[in-house]
């Protein structure tokens, strides 16, 4: 078993969830990319019991393979992108 642990701030949710996975620089499609990082070994809880196990900390980026750059969650626009629709 392992754990894992998110940290977004609510706006960084939003984005995550609702922001086009575009390219601020070229609007191309982006990658999303999982950066896991590792924490600690020991005991955890989810769900009510007690695991043993690997807890790493998840935070989600994005990467252009155009540009050959990582775009954040924070850098991630929709406002221009919406008005051209
Ligand atoms: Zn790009």
Not at 12 to 26: D, T, W
Not at 61 to 80: A, D, F, G, W
């Amino acid at each position: 078993m392992a754990s894992y642990e998110f940290e977004f701030s609510p706006k960084e949710l939003l984005r995550l969830l609702f922001f086009k996975k575009i390219c601020p620089y070229c609007t191309k499609k982006l990658i999303k990319v999982k950066d896991r990082t590792f924490l600690d070994r020991g005991w955890y809880r989810m769900n009510g019991s007690s695991y043993y196990g690997n807890q790493y900390h998840l935070k989600f980026y994005y990467y252009c393979n155009n540009c050959s750059k990582n775009i954040q969650l924070n850098e991630l626009r929709h406002r221009k992108f919406f008005n051209d629709l």
